[in-house]
């Protein structure tokens, strides 16, 4: 019967850790880029990124495949994590994240400014865009 009360006091105690750990997993927020048109020049990236808030750990994806931060075609596009300079004067640098997959996944895991640009449309069309992350307060 011991034996029976210590394995039921372990379970309680896991119980009560998972309990204080899931508050903050469920903090994270999943974003779908572009909405319906997924990154993309045919919508106005910066008037996607203005009416949000983003925070440490948020996801960003597309609604049609969740969980991916960008989804395209990779026959005409991709997707480059750049510097500010970077996303200033379109030009990627092989230093930095370049994504190809067409099904790219990127969590947000510090605060500070995130730019990303598409190399082949960001000069003509603007594929560009910046996200300011923040700290949950």
């Not at 960008?70 to 994590?81: G, K, L």
């Not at 510097?83 to 099904?103: E, K, L, P």
């Amino acid at each position: 019967m011991a034996r029976l009360g210590k394995c039921s006091l372990n379970v309680a105690a896991a119980v009560m850790m998972s309990a204080l750990l899931l508050p903050s997993l469920s903090y994270a927020t999943t974003y779908y880029v572009g909405d319906s048109f997924g990154w993309s020049y045919d919508i106005d990236l910066d008037s996607w990124v203005g009416d949000k808030t983003f925070y440490v750990n948020d996801v960003l994806g597309n609604q049609f495949y969740r969980c991916h931060f960008f989804v395209y075609d990779n026959t005409y596009h991709n997707v480059v994590s750049v510097d500010a300079n970077g996303y200033n004067t379109c030009s990627a640098n092989s230093n930095y994240g370049i994504f190809t997959s067409g099904n790219d996944e990127i969590t947000l895991t510090s605060a500070g400014t995130w730019y990303f640009i598409c190399s082949y449309h960001c000069d003509f069309a603007n594929q560009k865009m910046a996200v300011t992350v923040y700290h949950r307060s």
